[in-house]
């Protein structure tokens, strides 16, 4: 069956410090792949994706991700965290079928 | 920008009562979703619609049933409620029935409904 594993559970950092989230799935075709942010209180919101192309994906608020097929992976970055970026953050896939699978999502927290 | 609006943000109820949870976008999407979302789990689909009548169940829709008469509001059933049912619940829709196969259009999300069954 697909999945999608993101093995950071919990992450905590300091502002300013680098950020990189794991994202890895399960299936050998072609894929669609997301990156979904939920900050507290809110709604689910995109926050980059990838269909084709460029493996380099940049998304909103200086977050981007690189697909890297050989890997089965879609790790999103950042190169300076920010309070505000405390959130949940879940990876989504799309492999050939009707439905969107998510991971199980990494709650980060960041500090001043 | 689309609006996905869900009826309630808390709910609670009580074991055995019928429960409706009710959805409504304004954005003309033919896809919604009903998902829900508990800590370490992520978040799994329960039921999607991509047309008016049309429904498929998703990987966890054992208690639940819905219900899609018009294109804009989709409504989640819980039929006798238990309290492994308490949950948070997102509801989500996004454009045209091929898109769900080729995903070129995300998904857009409602606040959630905590729904607590005691």
């Known amino acids: 069956a697909q999945s999608v594993s993101q093995h950071n559970h919990h992450v905590i950092l300091s502002e300013a410090a680098s950020l990189e989230l794991g994202c890895n799935y399960s299936y050998g075709g072609t894929v669609n792949l997301f990156w979904y942010v939920q900050y507290p209180g809110q709604h689910l919101q995109l926050l980059l994706k990838y269909f084709s192309g460029d493996p380099l994906v940049k998304g909103i608020k200086g977050f981007e991700a690189e697909f890297i097929k050989s890997k089965f992976s879609f790790n999103l970055r950042k190169p300076s965290v920010q309070w505000s970026d405390t959130a949940e953050y879940f990876c989504?896939?799309?492999?050939?079928?009707?439905?969107?699978?998510f991971g199980t999502g990494t709650r980060l927290q960041v500090f001043p | 920008d689309v609006k996905v609006t869900q009826s309630s943000r808390y709910l609670v109820k009580r074991t055995g009562e019928k429960v409706f949870l009710e959805c409504v976008q304004d954005?003309?999407?033919?896809?919604m979703f009903w998902y829900r979302q508990d800590p370490g789990l992520g978040l799994r689909l329960i039921y999607f619609?991509?047309?008016?009548?049309?429904?498929e169940k998703g990987d966890i829709p054992e208690g639940y049933s819905v219900s899609r008469e018009k294109k804009e509001r989709f409504s989640l059933i819980l039929e006798s409620a238990s309290t492994n049912q308490t949950s948070m619940y997102l509801c989500?829709?996004?454009?045209?029935?091929?898109?769900?196969?080729?995903?070129?259009?995300?998904?857009?999300f409602g606040d959630g409904t905590r729904l607590s069954i005691l």
């Open positions: 619609s991509y047309d008016v009548k049309m429904k």
């Open positions: 989504a896939v799309n492999a050939g079928t009707d439905k969107l699978i």
């Open positions: 989500a829709s996004s454009l045209n029935r091929e898109d769900i196969y080729y995903s070129n259009q995300p998904q857009h």
């Open positions: 954005m003309d999407h033919e896809n």
